[in-house]
């Protein structure tokens, strides 16, 4: 009895078997009134209580000023070099440079801002929702 449980299950578990997510069916947008930046939603829905992932394009010089999120967000560099500020206002000489591969974390609340200094830059955000962005006015 037990092992036709879990047969059972395991057929169940394979019919469900999520499809992977490839390059060329990731849809990015253009949010309103940022320049260079596209955003694409990989996993999940951010205005759930569930995990979400999204990836963002930079254009090269683009910028995403100060803002917050609900939650914590971890991000990974993809491609390029993505130099982080924290505070309120941009300030060229407090960003770090995150090279591709690296990772940095926003927590919850805290401002930040994102800028492509060097060329294209590509990242992933992984975070736990609802979220959302406020931006911090100047």
């Known amino acids: 009895m037990i092992v036709f449980i879990l047969g059972s299950s395991i057929t169940v578990a394979q019919d469900r078997a999520p499809v992977p997510l490839l390059p060329d069916r990731i849809s990015f947008i253009s949010p309103p009134g940022l ?21 963002v394009k ?5 910028r995403i000023p ?8 971890s991000s990974t560099v993809l491609a390029g070099t993505l130099y982080v500020g924290f505070g309120e206002t941009f300030v060229e000489s407090q960003v770090v440079a995150v090279p591709t591969g690296g990772v940095y974390v926003a927590p919850a609340g805290v401002p930040h801002y994102l800028w492509a200094k060097d060329g294209e830059v ?14 911090v006015k100047p």
């Not at 999940?44 to 999204?54: A, E």
């Not at 930079?58 to 683009?62: D, I, S």
């Open 35 to 55: 320049s260079g930046v596209q955003v694409a939603q990989l996993l999940g829905d951010p205005k759930q209580p569930t995990p979400y992932l999204i990836r």
């Open 58 to 62: 930079l254009a090269a010089g683009a």
């Open 66 to 73: 100060s803002h917050t999120h609900p939650d914590a967000r």
């Open 122 to 135: 590509i990242y992933q955000e992984a975070g736990t929702g609802p979220t959302g962005v406020a931006f």
